[in-house]
Protein backbone atom coordinates (compact mmCIF):
# COMPACT_ATOMS: atom_id res chain seq x y z
CA UNK A 1 0.00 0.00 0.00
CA UNK A 2 1.35 3.10 -1.36
CA UNK A 3 2.53 5.75 1.24
CA UNK A 4 0.83 8.71 2.96
CA UNK A 5 3.23 10.98 1.59
CA UNK A 6 1.80 13.06 -1.29
CA UNK A 7 3.79 12.79 -4.58
CA UNK A 8 2.96 16.27 -7.08
CA UNK A 9 4.68 14.98 -10.21
CA UNK A 10 5.28 17.63 -12.41
CA UNK A 11 5.10 17.16 -16.71
CA UNK A 12 5.76 18.92 -19.34
CA UNK A 13 7.68 19.05 -22.58
CA UNK A 14 11.39 20.91 -22.33
CA UNK A 15 10.71 24.95 -21.93
CA UNK A 16 7.37 24.58 -20.77
CA UNK A 17 8.12 26.16 -17.31
CA UNK A 18 8.57 22.87 -15.05
CA UNK A 19 11.17 24.67 -13.10
CA UNK A 20 9.54 28.21 -12.86
CA UNK A 21 6.82 26.81 -11.46
CA UNK A 22 8.67 24.68 -9.02
CA UNK A 23 10.19 27.31 -7.91
CA UNK A 24 6.95 28.27 -5.68
CA UNK A 25 7.06 24.89 -4.21
CA UNK A 26 10.41 25.73 -3.12
CA UNK A 27 9.65 29.12 -1.75
CA UNK A 28 6.79 27.68 0.18
CA UNK A 29 8.71 24.72 2.25
CA UNK A 30 8.25 22.13 0.22
CA UNK A 31 10.93 20.31 -1.59
CA UNK A 32 11.47 19.42 -5.39
CA UNK A 33 13.51 16.31 -6.92
CA UNK A 34 14.42 16.66 -10.28
CA UNK A 35 14.39 13.62 -12.87
CA UNK A 36 16.09 15.58 -14.99
CA UNK A 37 19.07 15.93 -13.05
CA UNK A 38 19.17 12.06 -12.25
CA UNK A 39 20.26 11.88 -16.62
CA UNK A 40 22.70 14.95 -15.98
CA UNK A 41 24.35 13.18 -13.05
CA UNK A 42 24.93 10.11 -15.06
CA UNK A 43 26.04 12.30 -17.99
CA UNK A 44 28.62 13.43 -15.88
CA UNK A 45 29.21 10.32 -14.30
CA UNK A 46 30.52 9.01 -17.72
CA UNK A 47 32.60 11.74 -18.43
CA UNK A 48 30.77 13.43 -21.16
CA UNK A 49 29.77 17.30 -22.26
CA UNK A 50 26.51 18.26 -20.96
CA UNK A 51 25.15 18.58 -24.59
CA UNK A 52 21.61 18.43 -25.72
CA UNK A 53 22.88 14.54 -27.77
CA UNK A 54 24.98 13.32 -25.11
CA UNK A 55 21.73 13.82 -22.51
CA UNK A 56 19.51 13.02 -24.91
CA UNK A 57 21.52 9.84 -25.74
CA UNK A 58 22.33 8.85 -22.21
CA UNK A 59 18.37 9.37 -21.09
CA UNK A 60 17.76 6.76 -24.01
CA UNK A 61 20.52 4.03 -23.19
CA UNK A 62 19.66 3.89 -19.09
CA UNK A 63 16.11 3.40 -19.92
CA UNK A 64 17.10 1.24 -22.73
CA UNK A 65 19.69 -0.48 -20.24
CA UNK A 66 17.60 -0.55 -16.75
CA UNK A 67 13.99 -0.69 -18.31
CA UNK A 68 11.24 2.86 -18.65
CA UNK A 69 11.12 3.49 -14.73
CA UNK A 70 14.69 3.97 -14.02
CA UNK A 71 14.63 6.85 -13.40
CA UNK A 72 12.03 7.46 -11.18
CA UNK A 73 13.40 3.61 -9.73
CA UNK A 74 16.97 5.96 -8.78
CA UNK A 75 15.36 9.03 -7.47
CA UNK A 76 12.96 6.73 -4.84
CA UNK A 77 15.33 6.90 -2.01
CA UNK A 78 15.72 10.61 -2.25
CA UNK A 79 11.41 10.82 -2.01
CA UNK A 80 11.55 8.50 0.46
CA UNK A 81 14.39 9.86 2.63
CA UNK A 82 12.38 13.43 2.76
CA UNK A 83 10.35 14.28 5.53
CA UNK A 84 7.62 16.15 3.66
CA UNK A 85 4.23 15.13 3.44
CA UNK A 86 4.37 16.50 0.12
CA UNK A 87 7.20 16.89 -2.21
CA UNK A 88 7.62 17.78 -5.75
CA UNK A 89 8.76 15.51 -8.37
CA UNK A 90 9.86 17.82 -11.64
CA UNK A 91 10.22 16.20 -14.83
CA UNK A 92 7.90 13.21 -15.14
CA UNK A 93 8.65 11.31 -18.84
CA UNK A 94 6.83 8.17 -18.85
CA UNK A 95 3.85 6.45 -17.50
CA UNK A 96 6.07 3.91 -16.15
CA UNK A 97 7.80 6.31 -14.13
CA UNK A 98 4.29 7.47 -12.63
CA UNK A 99 3.45 4.14 -12.10
CA UNK A 100 7.14 3.97 -10.03
CA UNK A 101 6.59 6.53 -7.94
CA UNK A 102 2.13 5.69 -7.25
CA UNK A 103 3.67 2.11 -6.25
CA UNK A 104 5.27 3.88 -3.28
CA UNK A 105 3.27 7.07 -2.66
CA UNK A 106 -0.11 9.00 -3.17
CA UNK A 107 0.44 10.95 -6.50
CA UNK A 108 -1.63 13.64 -8.42
CA UNK A 109 -0.12 14.98 -12.00
CA UNK A 110 0.57 18.15 -13.04
CA UNK A 111 1.16 18.82 -16.50
CA UNK A 112 2.17 22.11 -17.71
CA UNK A 113 2.02 22.99 -21.04
CA UNK A 114 2.98 25.97 -23.63
CA UNK A 115 2.95 26.27 -27.33
CA UNK A 116 6.32 24.69 -29.77
CA UNK A 117 7.50 28.39 -30.68
CA UNK A 118 6.74 29.50 -27.39
CA UNK A 119 9.15 26.76 -25.27
CA UNK A 120 11.90 27.33 -27.98
CA UNK A 121 12.01 31.33 -27.36
CA UNK A 122 11.99 30.43 -23.50
CA UNK A 123 15.13 27.86 -24.22
CA UNK A 124 17.02 30.06 -26.48
CA UNK A 125 17.11 32.53 -23.37
CA UNK A 126 17.28 30.26 -20.67
CA UNK A 127 20.35 29.40 -22.19
CA UNK A 128 21.77 26.20 -20.18
CA UNK A 129 24.08 23.84 -21.88
CA UNK A 130 21.69 21.17 -22.68
CA UNK A 131 19.45 23.71 -24.69
CA UNK A 132 18.74 23.60 -28.12
CA UNK A 133 20.17 26.21 -30.52
CA UNK A 134 18.85 25.78 -33.45
CA UNK A 135 14.89 25.10 -34.34
CA UNK A 136 16.14 21.80 -35.73
CA UNK A 137 17.75 20.65 -32.29
CA UNK A 138 14.33 21.58 -30.69
CA UNK A 139 12.50 19.40 -32.74
CA UNK A 140 14.47 16.27 -32.37
CA UNK A 141 14.81 17.28 -28.67
CA UNK A 142 11.01 17.14 -28.58
CA UNK A 143 10.90 14.16 -30.97
CA UNK A 144 13.27 12.29 -28.15
CA UNK A 145 10.94 13.32 -25.48
CA UNK A 146 7.94 12.18 -26.79
CA UNK A 147 9.31 8.65 -27.91
CA UNK A 148 9.87 7.97 -24.46
CA UNK A 149 6.13 8.78 -23.38
CA UNK A 150 5.99 12.27 -21.76
CA UNK A 151 3.00 12.80 -24.49
CA UNK A 152 0.79 10.11 -22.34
CA UNK A 153 1.68 11.75 -19.06
CA UNK A 154 0.97 15.22 -20.51
CA UNK A 155 -2.79 13.70 -22.13
CA UNK A 156 -3.34 11.78 -18.59
CA UNK A 157 -2.73 14.34 -16.31
CA UNK A 158 -4.81 15.04 -13.23
CA UNK A 159 -4.06 18.97 -13.85
CA UNK A 160 -3.22 20.92 -16.51
CA UNK A 161 -1.69 24.38 -16.41
CA UNK A 162 -1.33 26.19 -19.77
CA UNK A 163 1.54 28.55 -19.59
CA UNK A 164 1.33 30.91 -22.49
CA UNK A 165 1.85 34.53 -20.35
CA UNK A 166 4.32 35.80 -17.60
CA UNK A 167 6.22 33.55 -15.49
CA UNK A 168 4.22 35.68 -12.62
CA UNK A 169 0.95 33.96 -13.60
CA UNK A 170 2.56 30.83 -14.04
CA UNK A 171 3.71 31.18 -10.60
CA UNK A 172 0.45 32.47 -9.06
CA UNK A 173 -1.59 30.06 -10.45
CA UNK A 174 0.56 27.18 -9.70
CA UNK A 175 0.69 28.20 -6.07
CA UNK A 176 -2.94 28.74 -5.89
CA UNK A 177 -3.42 24.99 -7.70
CA UNK A 178 -0.41 23.22 -4.72
CA UNK A 179 -2.14 24.83 -2.03
CA UNK A 180 -5.80 23.37 -3.02
CA UNK A 181 -4.00 19.85 -3.47
CA UNK A 182 -2.09 19.58 -0.48
CA UNK A 183 -5.29 20.80 1.35
CA UNK A 184 -7.15 17.69 -0.14
Known amino acids: MPEKKLVIAVSGMPGAGKGVATQVAKQIGLPVLVLGDVIREETDRRGLEPTPKNIGNVMLQVRANEGPAVVAKRLLPKVEASTSPSIIVEGVRS ?51 LKVGLGYVIALADRVLVNERTISELQSTFKRMLNELIAT
Open 95 to 145: LDEVAELRSKFEVLTVAIHASPRTRFQRLLSRNRSDDPQTWEVFCERDDRE
